[in-house]
């Protein structure tokens, strides 16, 4: 360590030599009691890539409950911020609610903390990145919606110089409003990686919930000291795409009271602070490919497949992020929040096309007939006439006709035997 602070004065003095300003250089004392708590400095690559950045010249807007003002960790860091609760200060410098009202200050320690000028004191994973501070109101805290809230925040965040966006932050449910849709592809359509925490069994969350389900989000799902993916301090689900520490983390209070915490609220900043490292070290690399590297470079956790529940990727590598050889891609590998529009949203279809063939004319239907005037139901029309009357009446006279017929030759046959009688009798 002793070298590489040796080899930032050298850089130091040549640029005065030149005539050139150079950036003050956060310190890092090794030996430092606190410093020695943030394992995951060393098993996670990260002093490792400070040799080659720090973060200089990146932006990492914290959305969440806001960043204090009193500590001395924020010193330089914090360069911007707004308020979306209605209940906090301008700047989003005051912090908002009665129980999370430290949570932002936790979260932006681990992504970009400086420490003290002496190089003591809380460190974060990309100390000479900015910070924005962008303070919302949760549940009962502010009358504005949240959904609202966090749909203005991602704008706001773009539109103020955000490179990351960290929301360490969940819904518990999988669907999100769809105001977030037009916000978050706000942010993909601007370049900015967008980095989502995973969530924490011991808070209730059984499944990763919004804003990680949204496509082209890199879900962070969160591990215990030794590299297992922790039982209570994250969940599980198929869109995490790295893990980090998310237990014995260490945060800076709003009064700069330090805390110990757990929770993927700390795993996540963690590796917002790594995408910065990455895009300060490759300025011209879009965010797509800034994911692509942090996925491809994390270290599995074993021999299954990929992604895992648990793990995702794997265990996230600061150092392999930023220096090892990666292929470009042309897309997000986490998803296309555009595409999932398409298709869930049932956006409003094109113009319908021009037919290419003429119309068939179907030639009119006669003229119907002209209606009768209406007749007495009592009397007989026409048609009862010829088909009903007559008919009957002459089946009836035929009828009668036989029956005489019959009845005259019965009487002839009867006038016939009684004549022949007393011949028979004189016999």
Known sequence: MKRMIAAGAAIMLTATLLGAAAPAQVPDETTDQIRAQEYWLDQYGIREAWQTTRGAGTRIAIIDTGIGKGPAAFDGAVVGGTDLSGVGSPDGRTPVGAVDANHGSWVASLAAAR?????????????????????????????????????????????NGADVINLSLTTNTLEWDQSWDDAFLYAFQNDVVVIVAAGNRGSGTTRVGAPATIPGVLTVGGVDPGGVASQEASTQGIVIGVAAPSERLLGVSANGQM???????????????IAALVRSAHPDMDANNVINRLIRTARPPGAGAEPDPLYGYGLVNAAGAVTADVATVDENPMGSLAEWIRINRRAEAGPAPEPTVAPVVVPPLPDADPPTAAASPLLPSRETLLYGSVPLTAATLAAIMIALGVTAAARRIRSARASREPSRKSI
Request: glycine share 16%.
């Open 259 to 273: 805390v110990s915490w757990n929770g993927t609220s700390g795993a996540a900043p963690i590796v917002a602070g």
């Open 115 to 159: 420490g003290t000028a002496d190089g003591r004191g809380m460190i974060g994973v990309a100390p000479e990145a900015e910070l924005l501070s962008v303070s919302l109101g949760f549940g009962s805290t502010s009358s504005v919606p949240f959904t609202e809230q966090i749909a203005e925040a991602m704008r706001w965040s773009v539109d």
